[in-house]
C-alpha cells in the first residue's frame, strides 16, 4: 500500500483587487459510485439527547485496484474540515452553529499535516463529531447523509495527475431526544473535573493522555451549549498554556447562550486577575464584531490598568503584540503605543522565555533600549537545556540572539564575549550569531578554530566549526582544513560541514577551489547522498565567485538531474546575464523531449515520492522557474507567456498563469513582509534583502506603477524605497486599507 504524509499548509487568498462581480461558485465534484462511504454511529437505537456529543464513523472503500487515493485528514487549522457536507432532513431543528464563521466571505488559514492512502476494498474509517455541523434545537426524528470529497481518482490528464470526487452514504436515522437538565450538571461538572486536574509530573505518555482527557472535556463543555458551560470555557480561555484554547473560542463563539458568553467576557475583561490572552481577545472581536478591531484593542486598553501580577502582564503584550501582528499603527495612537512598549520594556525580565527571544528577535527596533543590556549579557550564559520544552522552539536561539543585540548596543563590550564564543572547543552559539563581527578575517581564532575543527567528532559541532572557519579564517590554515574535508563522509546528512568548507576555499583560494568543489560533487554522487543536488547553489548562496559559472554550466547537462537542477538553480541567483540563453536552450531541450508525453508527468500528491519520473517533473520545473525569476535578467509578461508555450506540462502551465496572474492590473504590487530576516515580493521574484529587491526593480521599464501591499514594512523602509523608484523614473503608492 502506497502512502505518503505530507504538509499542506492552505492559506487564504488575499485578494489584490476588487472584482466588479461575485465569481461563479466551483461546481461540486461528480459523484462516483465505485467509491463506497458508509455512516454510522454508536449509540443503542441511534438516539441522543440535545446537547450531547455525537462522533460519526465513516467508512471509505472501492472495488476497483490502485485507482482511488483518501485523504486521512481528520482535523484542519481553520478549526473545521472543509472535506465533508452534512445533510439533516428536516431542516426545521436543525442548524450549523458556526454558520457565521465559516461564512462563504470570510477567510481562515487551513491545512496541516496530511496522510493519503490508497482505497481498497477493506474500509478506512474516519471518527467526526456530528456537532462540528449541526447543532439540533428541538427532539425529533432526523435522517443524516454525508458527502465527502476527500476522495480522489488517479487521472494523469489532470493536474497532479488526479481530480476530486464526490462519494455519497447512506441515509441513517438519528433520534434526538429534549434535554436532561440533570445529566447535563453531571456532565459539566465531570468535564470540568477533568480540566480542574492537576498536570501529571511525568512527561511521557502520561502527558498526552492528561491533555487528550482536556480536550475531550473541554469537547462536552463546547457542545453542551448551556450557559455555566459557556462560563467555564470563559474561565479555561483565561488559563496560560491550556491547551484547548481553539475549542474554547469556538464553544463560546457559537454559544446558544449569546448574551451570557458577552456577559462572561467582559466580567473577564474587567476582573483584575484574569489575562488577556491573543485567544481571548480574538473571540471578543467575534463576539462583537460589529465593532471595529480598534474600539475592540481599545476596551482592553481601558481595562489594563485594572490588571495586577501576572495578568497585567500578559494583557499588556497581548495589546502591543495585537498592533505588531496586524500591522496596523492606526490600532493606537503613537502615545499610547510608546507608552504601552515603555511599560512592557520595564517588566521584560517577567516575561516568558519564549516571548523575550520572539521581541529580541522580531520586535528589536521597537524595544531597544540601553537598560536592557544587564539582561541581554545574562542571555547569553543561560543554558537552552534548562528551557522548558513548550518554550523551546522559540527560545532555543536566544544566547544567539541576545549576543547580537548586545553588541548593537555596545560592540566594543561584546566583541570580547564574541571572540571566547568562536574560540570554545564547542561554541554554544550558532555560526550565524557570532558572524556580527566586521572583521574580514580574525587571525587570532585561526589556530583555535583549526585544531577544534580537526578534532571534532560531532557532526552539530563541526557543522558549526566550519561555518565559523568560513566566516572567519585566513588563508593559513587551508591545509588542515583540506586534509579535514578529505576524510568528511561522503554521505553527510545535508552538506553542513561540506558546503562552508568549500566556500571558505573559495574566498581565500579562488583558482584552487574549482578541483575541490568538483572533487565533492563528483563524490556525493557516487555515494547517492542527498547533498548532492543542493550543493552548488548552497555554495554560492555562503560565497558566490564567478569561477562557479563554468562549472555550473557543464553540469547543467549532467545525467544526474538531482545535480543539473542545482545547477540550473545557481545558475538563475547568481549567474551573469548571458547564461539565460542557455537555460532557454536546455529547457527547450527538455521540453522536446517529453513532447507529447506530458501526461506522464502529471503526479498524484501523495504518490510523486514513489514515481520515477518524479525527478524529471522537477527538472523541468526548476528549469522553468530558473528562467522566470533569474536575477541577472527581466522575464517579463511576455517572456512568461512564451516560457508557458514551450510545453504543455500541466503543473508547468499552471506555474505559469499564476506567474501571469500578479501581471495584471495598471499597477504590480510589492510585499514586504514585517518580518525578519528580510523579504519581499515583486510578480514572480522573492528577495532576501533591500539590495537585491532594488537590483531586481530597476530592470522594470521606467513609469512603472508599484503599489504596496498592505503596508507591511518599516516605514524608514518603505520610504527609502519609494525615494529610490522616483529616482528611477517609477512610483510607488501604499494600498489603501479599510477599517
Known sequence: MNRAVLLFVLTFAVAFAEAETEPDPEPSPPVDPKVFLQISVAAKNNEFRMGEKIPVTLAFNTRVK??????????????????????????????????DYFAPDTAHIGGGLRGFRILTQK???????????????????????????????????????????????????????????ARERQALNEAIAKLNAPRPLKRATTQGSFQASRLEAAETLRFLGTADAVRELVRQLGIE???????????????????VASEALAEALAAPDYPITDDFLNTLQWIDRKESARDTLAKVVRALPNKRGPAARVTLYTIINDVWVRGDDRLLTPETKRELIKQLTSIFDQLPIDQQAWLLE??????????????????????????????????????????????????????????????????????RELSLLPDETLPEVDQALADHFTAAE?????????????????????????????????????????????????????????????????????????CTGGLLSTVAQIHYDPVLEPIALRLLEDSNLSVAGDAASMLSNFGSAEVESVLWRRYEKWSKR??????????????????????????????????ATGQAWFTDEAKLRRLKAVNKVQSIEFAADQYLERWKGPRLYIDLSPLRPFRATVVQYTLSSMRALKDKLIQFPPGTKFTLFLSMGEP????????????????????????
Open 362 to 431: 522580531q520586535r528589536w527596533p521597537d524595544i531597544k533600549d540601553p537598560a536592557l543590556l544587564p539582561l541581554l549579557k545574562q542571555f547569553v550564559e543561560i543554558d537552552v537545556n534548562k528551557i522548558p520544552p513548550d518554550k523551546f522552539a522559540w527560545a532555543q536561539d536566544l544566547p544567539g540572539v541576545a549576543l547580537r543585540r548586545w553588541f548593537e548596543l555596545d560592540p566594543a563590550g561584546a566583541r570580547p564575549a564574541v571572540i571566547a564564543e568562536i574560540s570554545r572547543a564547542q561554541p554554544r552559539i550558532k555560526a
Open 123 to 181: 474500509p478506512w474509517t474516519i471518527v467526526l463529531n456530528l456537532n462540528e455541523w449541526v447543532r439540533f434545537t428541538k427532539p425529533g426524528e432526523y435522517k443524516l447523509t454525508v458527502s465527502s470529497d476527500r476522495v480522489e481518482i488517479l487521472d494523469s490528464s489532470k493536474l497532479n495527475g488526479k481530480a476530486r470526487i464526490t462519494a455519497v452514504s447512506n441515509p441513517i436515522t438519528l433520534k434526538i431526544a429534549a434535554r436532561d437538565p
Open 716 to 739: 524608514e523602509s518603505i520610504a527609502d524605497l519609494r525615494a529610490f523608484l522616483e529616482s528611477h523614473g517609477m512610483s510607488l503608492e501604499e494600498e489603501k486599507r479599510s477599517e
Open 594 to 627: 517529453w513532447a507529447g508525453r506530458e501526461r506522464e508527468l502529471n503526479f498524484s500528491v501523495g504518490l510523486e515520492l514513489y514515481s520515477a519520473r518524479s525527478g524529471e517533473l522537477s527538472f523541468g520545473k526548476g528549469l522553468f522557474e530558473a528562467i
Open 458 to 530: 560531532d557532526y552539530s559541532i563541526s557543522s558549526n566549526l566550519a561555518a565559523l572557519i568560513e566566516r572567519y579564517a585566513t588563508k593559513a590554515i587551508l591545509p588542515q582544513v583540506l586534509r579535514k574535508l578529505d576524510h568528511t563522509k561522503a554521505d553527510d546528512p545535508a552538506c553542513e560541514i561540506v558546503t562552508p568548507i568549500l566556500a571558505y576555499i573559495l574566498r581565500v583560494d579562488p583558482a584552487g577551489a574549482l578541483p575541490h568543489v568538483e572533487k565533492s560533487i563528483v563524490k556525493r554522487r557516487k555515494k547517492g547522498s542527498e
Open 241 to 259: 498554556n491550556s491547551g484547548i484554547p481553539s475549542t474554547c473560542f469556538f464553544g463560546i463563539i457559537s454559544s446558544p447562550e449569546r448574551a
Open 66 to 99: 490502485n485507482r482511488y487515493e483518501l485523504d486521512e485528514a481528520d482535523y484542519d487549522r481553520s478549526g473545521r474540515l472543509p472535506s465533508e457536507d452534512f445533510t439533516v432532513t428536516p431542516r426545521d431543528g436543525a442548524e450549523d452553529p458556526l454558520v
